[in-house]
């Protein structure tokens, strides 16, 4: 009897040794299960890491064509990634390329040619290289405007020679533009009594009459060129097709342009003149993920751009003259969109 009391105490250890194991085996393992289910689930409720928290985008003068639709992208923005996105006012391409290099900005608009210079650093950038940028997409054309009045009698390029111009801002792309317009006429800034002067106190000062002209490159309408409009018979200095042809020939970036008859009231005919492309650079470190998304939420939202150069920013046409690198993030969704550069 006690050797079979022996043998059943044995027993009844190994059968509750088994089944304690079993319990913690299956408590171990539900557990696993458990915090793995959570895990996904935080994942799949949450929102997106993008690394950041607050975005900005450099635009340019509230004058200009940046400006309101920064507004706008800042807007898309946010809706499609919860992440504070705002429009910040600047000197516009040169400056925002500055802006960039210094990290101050995420996202910033610029003309094509002006990318060009800051990823080469050649040009206003003197050496100095801004290799931290990377295309998100262009846009539209920025069309060289040369402003004047039916008033000032000034009907050529030539007839700027001695004139108070506005040549735009120091550094910015307009500037650049000036420069290159008058060198196919022979010409620098020094034949004009030349003023560095943003779009608004362009046209105020031809509005006053403290300057004659003004070189603004914008979309067109431009906002400050319709306030001027409104008060004043505006004249756009047209350039010879010569003298294009030659631009376009050693400036590639350049193209032909048209200001079609009704742009501005006082506009009548036809003008003649070139464009550069505006842009969009986004900063190398940003997050593929998140440049996905701002491509996503720019490119398929634009009937909800409130400029009318909206009808112009079309996916199938960013990748159009781009001249710098093109950001992962981007690329990837051109790519899902069968876009190429033409």
Known sequence: MKIKSLFLGAALIIILSILLTGCGSSQKDGGNKSGGNKGTENAENGKKDYGIKFLSIATGGTGGTYYPLGGNFASMIQDATGIDSNAV?????????????????????????????????????????????????????ETIQIVTTSKTGIKSVEDLKGKSVSIGEAGSGTRANAEQILEMYGMTVDDLKSRNLSFDDSTTGIQDGTIDAAFITAGTPTGAVEGLAATEDVAIVPIDSDKIDALIDKYPYYSKETISSGTYPSIKTNIETVAVQAMLVVRSDLKDDLVYDIAKAIFENTDKIGHAK?????????????????????KKYFDEKGVSAK
């Open 89 to 141: 006012t600047s000197n516009a391409s040169a400056e925002n390329m500055a802006l960039m290099k210094k990290k101050e900005v995420e996202v910033a608009f610029t003309q094509t040619d002006i990318a060009t210079y800051a990823n080469e650093g050649t040009m206003m950038f003197n050496g100095e290289k801004v290799d931290n940028i990377r295309g998100l997409g262009t846009l539209y054309p």
């Open 310 to 330: 909206g009808k112009l920013i079309k996916a199938e046409n960013a990748l159009n003259g781009m001249g710098i690198e093109i950001h992962p993030g981007a």
